[in-house]
């Protein structure tokens, strides 16, 4: 028994045994609680004073004594010359954490155990930061376990309220503190230090006083303090909020209108249908884009919303004319305003806690007194819902919300969502402490009207917190990407051949149909390191003085064979994913980067599209046909511009290329002459360690000349194709259209720069549009030119595939390209779309009948719409990727002082853009170098001028920022901080 | 009810000799385990485990089903066990010894109550779906250590099972096959591996992994489930030879070494089925995250 | 479910024990005068009866072997033990498993051979249930055992230690062991029952049931071997105190 721990076993049995017996309802179920307790002695006062609660002290399992954490000289203010030990009731923790928390004041504190239970079962948040403040040893806040000590505990009586008797127990306490003080110190010349109740409820503070309990509430309490001001400021602000809790029902929401009354809603027009969308800086409100009205309508606050989430297809009915609001001007996040729920749903809810109520209130003041410029809009109110768009939802578990004393047994926990414009989810779990910490996946099962958020489940662990797995995984998610790999019944639509597929020899049936075009001279020219090469050119001087010059595609549709299981999955994933390290490929790879790619030296299936150009790049006759191809090299834009300006290289192939060229410059200069757009978006690219991936710097993209004359030839080809499939098929035809946005789209921006730059931007039509973005350019500052572009790309609606036979003719126009038509066709390798035009086009020039799916419209219809989704998801992914590496590569770098420009202005914050990594961020009034906290922040709306102190903050202005990538400390999560500097 | 037959007395007198002289009856150590020999079948999810000639098949298999009422969020594992003739003349079919007890309820403890499945991650829409997934134990020869046998069998085949995939859309679910879909694996926690300990009479010799003869002739066993970070999931020693704690401690430590063995033995027996199916499948092409 | 703090940062458990505290422990022998021994145990809210009978001819052929007795335990839970009414079924799996634990048991700690062909029938019936039963029920049949004449080789005593692991965060601390656990900390904690035979501490008995770290285990033992100790000094001192009582009556002894 040598080598064992050795344990002193105290089987004494202890003084009293009170035995208790409750019934609690949770859930309308009532438990039978029974509990034994141990009433003890040995629970010390914790004073230095105490000299025989010292002797008593009791060690634990691991032998240590805790130490004593009363001062022996407390505080004095002018009311307690002799200093005091505070006992503070609940309601003070509850609405007066903060200013308990603060360094200067509130020390040598008797947290009762009676307090602290309490605090549990109504705010978890508020018991942990209780708990944090018990450990934190300057403040000296020390917890009594009152109701085990014999002399302390109280039994409730008969009829008696628990408040009522938690009252009781806390005056026992203060009065056994008072009397075993008086005897520890009894004899010496110590002065006994003050035993003050702090507390907030009147009756108890009366009874306190006729027992002869010194106590005050905390108002006059903190009067006696130097700094008494910024405490009372920080008191009041918290009480208001007690006072302003009535009301509550236990049904938070209101219920929804029956399907019939919606409908009929509906057809009369006081309802309306649409996809609920929440604003990415507010999450209390949200827009939905109705046919009946030009603006979208506004929906605000919680009860407004009434529980739906971001994507539902809702029913909304409008406000009465007064209560209409503008929309928001400010910044709100939910994981700032709702810290302090409970997940655990025991006591009522309210349906807007004070802050976000206090948050709208601003709101609504601001909007009265808006002038007309600040117009309310239309406010709407969710009625119902049609379908909820509810899907797997990726974040991670806000910590403050786990019972970390909790072993296995199973509690309720607050899941944060990435996507901000969902709300928190609860999750009840029995491995919240294993999940804590990880990137999680769950799924909502419902939100009932009784719950303030919606209810869901674990689902699974995605690994841990900003790992690159996990973050990329959780992004691929989070816009449902199809990431997980090919299934079985796909893979066995491949070639049987696999990588040892080639070109059959010319007698083969596959041959029929096929024109052979193996001597041209093809390249490609692609961004550097491509392996799915969807494109090849060619261009050679014919006899009449004309140029031939073919584009020759990938073709695809030869091996994905219309209604087979690969074609489905292809129809399902609509895209290649490209994310900075990765792409998530549409089609298996052996299709994708082997057999249909066109890879240099072999020989490759294609679809050519051959046209006679003149050199003054009209054309002449355009043909579409099936062929085998050799592309004689793979270029990366830069070698392809090196070669063409390099003028000793006088071979065929180079001197195609620089006919291309030229062609391609008067084939953009047309475009931009019918007003095509040149739109900006930003691109950066990552620069990323060789060796350990890991990004280490951010860098622009820049864009050759090759860049254009490629997507060029991609444009002329797609329009070609248009056409051709547009003439065969009118009514079944895969088109890509870009509205023209409405002007009323642009109203912001034109007043905005109208306001800060006296310029006008002009609307009526995309060549005016085109002309005016040309003119906005500010000759200090040459930047400021793309920010109007990318505001202005933003205003516009955004392309899209149909069917041509859902739309009239003239609305298949392409605005930013200003083009007539325009399909996509160029890519099949990694865009459903152009597989189908693929087929469209094979049909029509008769090399294969079509598919009969493809002839039924609203098949059709379905594949553009998934494809859409798909396609913008896509985008956002990417976008996505690179802001995580954009954030990866700063936290190697540390920090970076940069340049930004204000692209919004809040009244409470600012949004920028970071030119040099691409990324916008918001700046809130707190975050801003120089501004004293509390200082008033005051937005000029007429002038988009936010004045903080001394500071005008005004839109397009440049400004410095400090970016860095923070690790937030609450909710454990990391994200890019922009601060602002001078 | 035909009872296995005792050993003789002079079985019993030559074996237990021998082993105070430190010597088995198979020439293993004291602390030896027998051959292990781990299967995978053709299906996902089933596991024959050969331990010398003891063998077990367990096999894994999941279907939709309703929550218990009072666990919405948690999908249902289950473990029955089947302890037929075939094992040994001496289980009767459709009759509960109280051995046949202990053994199922060794094994629950093991993997079952000691979470090694993540329950939570199998729940659909809670309330209303979720995965019940079901590990059937058979034993096919019973000579001694049947626990030890039959948790590796479970616990191997819960990590090569794989369910089919589901999605949710709204408020729709789907369910897809095994050919629409690449199935998922499922969620493993940890991996438990008991440990069967004899300790032999007059508390002379403790053995490891013991064969029927022994485990008849033993005074009293231990069985310990442990994974390989090191957490107990499970202890049991029920009567026998009183044991000092220190040796028990000992003991446990051993057991520790031997686990973290056979889990990579499973780790690595399932590496090598993933690759034969690989080839099989021509699964490489699958991949459809690939580096840019 | 509250949320509570199974073990305070002070050091206090939820019925306000410290960890080594065991709870109240009232042992009482010949309750039951009818039967051959009988004892009943209260431990806090945990009661056990238990009743002996033998040792008798084995009530089935098949139970007799020759060169030693038969022990038979008789395990049942009153429908009214638990916080809800709620009849257990006999075949319930943990109800036979606990049943065959307690029989291994005890079928090492009588001293059989020296009644063979014989039956020793040890009934127990749960009153109350409240944490340790299993424990409970080993030492509230040592005590009817030991009532009913039955020879032992040493007193069975048996405790449970439950484990709280450490909070982490700060400093990573190693966690604690509870001493007889109830109800609620059962629910939660991994916890050791441990039974020793005799005064040497040797263990008869070990059942752990949760995940615990292999490093705890080492700790929960020497506690476990500890308290089973103290017990067994307690379950002495009533049986003396038992029979000195019954001395007295029949007008022998001091």
């Known amino acids: 028994m040598t080598s064992l721990k050795r344990a002193i076993v105290d089987t004494s049995t202890d003084s009293g045994l009170a035995n208790k017996v409750f019934l609690r309802s949770s859930r309308g179920k009532c438990v039978k609680v029974v509990r034994e307790i141990y009433l003890r002695q040995d629970i010390p006062c914790s004073s230095h004073l105490c000299v025989p609660c010292t002797a008593d002290a009791v060690p634990d399992a691991n032998g240590r004594v805790k130490p004593f954490i009363l001062s022996a000289t407390p505080p004095k203010t002018s009311a307690y010359p002799n200093g005091h030990y505070l006992v503070p009731d609940t309601n003070i923790f509850l609405y007066c954490m903060d200013v308990m928390e603060h360094k200067s004041a509130f020390h040598d504190v008797v947290v009762l155990q009676t307090v602290l239970d309490e605090l549990r079962n109504r705010s978890l948040p508020l018991y942990n930061r209780l708990r944090g403040l018990t450990n934190s040893e300057d403040k000296r806040f020390y917890v009594f376990h009152n109701d085990f000590r014999k002399e302390t505990y109280v039994k409730r009586y008969p009829g008696e309220s628990i408040n009522d008797r938690n009252d009781r127990a806390i005056r026992a306490a203060c009065r056994w503190y008072t009397s075993h003080l008086q005897e520890a110190v009894a004899g010496s010349k110590t002065k006994v230090p003050m035993i003050v109740m702090l507390s907030d409820d009147k009756a108890n503070l009366n009874l306190a006083r006729n027992d002869g309990i010194e106590c005050t509430n905390i108002r006059d309490y903190v009067k006696g303090f130097d700094n008494a001001d910024e405490l009372l400021d920080m008191i009041s602000a918290s009480l208001e909020d007690q006072e302003a809790r009535a009301g509550r029902g236990d049904m938070l929401y209101p219920e929804y209108y029956s399907m019939s009354k919606m409908q009929t809603g509906i057809r009369s027009g006081t309802m309306h249908q649409g996809t609920f969308n929440v604003s990415p800086y507010n999450f209390l409100e949200g827009t939905i884009h109705v046919p009946a009205f030009d603006r979208p309508l506004i929906v605000l606050g919680r009860e407004n919303i009434n529980r739906a989430v971001t994507g539902d297809l809702v029913v909304v009915e409008l406000l009465p004319k007064d209560q209409w609001k503008q929309p928001s001007s400010k910044i709100v996040e939910e994981e700032a305003l709702g810290k302090n729920d409970n997940a655990e749903t025991e006591g009522p809810e309210v349906i807007e806690t004070e802050q976000e109520r206090r948050a709208l209130i601003d709101e609504a003041k601001r909007s009265q007194q808006g002038s007309a410029e600040g117009r309310p809009q239309p406010t709407a109110k969710v009625v119902g819902i049609i379908k909820r768009n509810w899907r797997y939802y990726v974040g991670h578990i806000d910590p403050s919300s786990v019972a970390k004393s909790k072993g296995r047994g199973q509690q309720t926990v607050f899941l944060l969502p990435m996507d901000k414009r969902i709300p928190k989810i609860r999750i009840r779990t029995r491995q919240a402490s294993e999940i804590t910490g990880k990137r999680i996946v769950v799924s909502i099962d419902t939100w009932d009207r009784t719950s303030r958020y919606p209810v869901g489940h674990y689902v699974r662990s995605l690994g841990e917190l900003e790992t690159k797995g996990a973050e990329t995984e959780a992004l691929l998610l989070e816009y449902d990407v199809q990431y997980r790999p090919f299934p079985k019944a796909v893979l066995d639509c491949l070639p049987r051949e696999g990588h040892d597929w080639v070109v059959p020899p010319m007698d083969d049936p596959r041959w029929k149909g096929r024109v052979d075009y193996r001597d041209k001279l093809i390249c490609s020219i692609d961004p550097p390191g491509c392996q799915d090469i969807d494109d090849a050119l060619h261009a050679t001087l014919l006899p009449n003085g004309n140029y031939e010059v073919g584009v020759h595609i990938a073709d695809v549709t030869h091996f994905v064979k219309p209604n087979t299981p690969m074609d489905d999955e292809a129809t399902a994933r609509g895209t290649t994913v490209y994310l900075v390290d990765k792409r998530i490929d549409m089609l298996p790879m052996l299709l994708g980067t082997d057999l249909c790619s066109l890879k240099p030296y072999v020989e490759r299936f294609a679809f050519s599209t051959i046209w006679e150009i003149t050199p003054d790049a009209d054309i002449i006759s355009v043909k579409f046909n099936k062929s085998a191809i050799k592309s004689r090299e793979a270029f990366s834009y830069e070698q392809a511009q090196l070669r063409i300006d390099d003028k000793s290289q006088q071979d065929e192939l180079t001197q195609g290329m620089r006919i291309l060229l030229q062609l391609s410059k008067k084939l953009k200069q047309k475009r931009m002459d019918a007003g095509a757009l040149n739109l900006a978006s930003p691109e950066v690219r990552i620069e990323a360690d060789s060796e350990t991936s890991d990004p280490i710097d951010v860098k622009t993209k820049q864009l050759l000349e090759t860049n254009s004359l490629v997507e060029e030839f991609m444009l002329l080809a797609n329009i070609s194709v248009a056409t051709k499939i547009y003439d065969a098929f009118p009514q079944t035809a895969m088109l890509r259209r870009h509205g023209a946005p409405p002007a009323t789209n642009f109203e912001d921006l034109q007043k905005q720069l109208q306001v800060r730059k006296g310029l006008s931007l002009r609307v009526d039509s995309s060549k005016a549009l085109a002309d005016s973005l040309d003119e906005c350019v500010d000759s200090k500052e040459p930047f400021f030119n793309t920010l109007v572009r990318i505001l202005a790309t933003r205003c516009m609606l955004s392309a899209e595939y149909f069917c041509s036979g859902t739309q009239a003719y003239p609305e298949f126009r392409h605005y930013g390209l200003a083009s007539e038509i325009y399909t996509h066709f160029t890519s099949p390798i990694r865009r459903y779309a152009d597989v189908v035009a693929h087929r469209q086009l094979a049909a029509a020039i008769d090399y294969e009948p079509l598919h009969p799916m493809f002839h039924s419209k609203s098949k059709l219809e379905a594949i553009c719409k998934n494809i859409n989704v798909r396609h913008r998801n896509a985008q956002f992914a990417g976008r996505a990727s690179v802001e995580y590496y954009v954030g990866q590569a700063l936290k190697a770098r540390g920090m970076a002082q940069e340049e930004a420009f204000v692209m919004k202005v809040f009244s409470n914050g600012i949004v920028v853009f970071v030119p040099r990594f691409g990324i916008e961020g918001v700046v809130k009034v707190g975050e801003m170098m120089g501004v004293q906290n509390g200082e008033k922040a005051e937005l000029d709306e007429e002038k988009f001028v936010l004045s903080v102190g001394e500071r005008r903050l005004g839109l397009f202005e440049k400004v410095k920022v400090e970016v860095k990538d923070e690790l937030e400390e609450a909710s454990g999560k990391r994200k890019i901080a922009i601060k602002l500097l001078d | 009810m035909p009872k296995e037959l005792d050993p003789s007395t002079n079985e019993k007198n030559f074996i237990l000799e021998s082993l105070y002289a430190g010597e088995r009856l198979d020439g293993r150590e004291l602390d030896a385990f027998r051959p292990l020999e781990l299967e995978f079948g053709e299906e996902y999810g089933l596991a024959d485990v050969r331990l010398g000639k003891t063998r077990v098949i367990a096999r894994v298999s999941a279907q939709v089903v309703q929550p218990f009422s009072d666990r919405p969020f948690d999908g249902i594992f289950t473990i029955t066990t089947e302890l037929g003739p075939m094992a040994s003349p001496g289980f009767e079919v459709g009759r509960q010894t109280e051995a046949e007890v202990l053994l199922a309820r060794l094994i629950e403890k093991s993997i079952r109550r000691s979470t090694a499945l993540d329950t939570e991650s199998l729940c659909i829409v809670a309330g209303q779906k979720c995965w019940q997934v079901r590990a059937d134990v058979h034993f096919l020869n019973h000579d001694g250590n049947m626990v030890d046998a039959a948790c590796i069998a479970v616990v191997a085949a819960l990590q090569h099972f794989r369910r089919p995939d589901v999605s949710i859309e709204g408020e729709t679910v789907t369910v897809h096959s095994m050919t629409e879909r690449v199935p998922v694996p499922l969620s493993i926690l940890h991996v438990p591996i008991c440990e069967g300990d004899g300790g032999d009479e007059a508390n002379v010799v403790t053995l490891i992994d013991a064969t029927l003869q022994e485990e008849q002739l033993r005074d009293g066993d231990m069985t310990v489930t442990m994974n390989k970070h090191g957490e107990v999931c499970q202890i049991s020693k029920a009567g026998g030879v009183p044991l000092d704690p220190i040796a028990m401690h000992r003991d446990m430590n051993l057991a520790f070494v031997k686990v973290k063995e056979i889990t990579a033995f499973i780790a690595k027996r399932l590496k090598e089925d993933e690759e034969k199916r690989v080839k099989r499948d021509n699964l490489l092409e699958s991949k459809a995250e690939n580096e840019r | ?254």
């Not at chain 3, 009482?28 to 051959?36: E, M």
């Not at chain 3, 002996?52 to 052929?61: A, K, Q």
């Not at chain 3, 071997?225 to 017990?231: E, I, N, R, T």
Request: hydrophobic letters at 35%; charged letters at 25%.
């Open chain 3, 1 to 254: 479910m509250p949320r509570e703090e199974l073990l305070s940062p002070e050091g206090l458990r939820l019925d306000g024990r410290r960890w080594n505290n065991l709870r109240t422990l009232k042992l009482s022998l010949r309750t039951h005068p009818t039967s051959s021994g009988s004892a009943l145990l209260t431990s806090g809210h945990t009661s056990i009866l238990c009743l002996i009978h033998g040792p008798s001819e084995p009530s089935l052929r098949s139970k007799q072997q020759h060169d030693r007795c038969t022990i038979t335990v008789d395990l049942t839970y009153a429908p009214f033990s638990g916080t809800d009414r709620k009849r257990r079924n006999r075949t319930d799996k943990r109800i036979s498993e606990l049943r065959s634990v307690i029989q291994r048991t005890f079928s090492r700690a009588v001293m059989t051979h020296l009644h063979p062909r014989s039956e020793i029938t040890i009934t127990l019936l749960v009153l109350s249930q409240d944490g340790g039963v299993l424990a409970g029920c080993i030492n509230a049949a040592t005590l009817a055992l030991i009532d009913a004449g039955v020879p032992m080789w040493g007193y069975v005593a048996a405790v449970t230690v439950g484990w709280v692991p450490g909070q982490g965060g700060e400093g990573e601390e190693e966690g604690t062991p509870v001493l007889d656990v109830n109800n609620a900390e059962e629910g939660e904690l991994g916890v050791l029952t441990l039974a020793t035979m005799g005064d040497k501490g040797r263990v008869i008995l070990g059942m752990l049931e949760s995940r615990v770290r292999l490093e705890a285990v080492e700790g929960l033992m020497a506690v476990a071997v500890d308290s089973a100790g103290k017990v067994k000094d307690m379950m002495d001192e009533e049986v003396r105190r038992h029979g000195e009582a019954i001395a007295r009556a029949a007008g022998v002894g001091s």
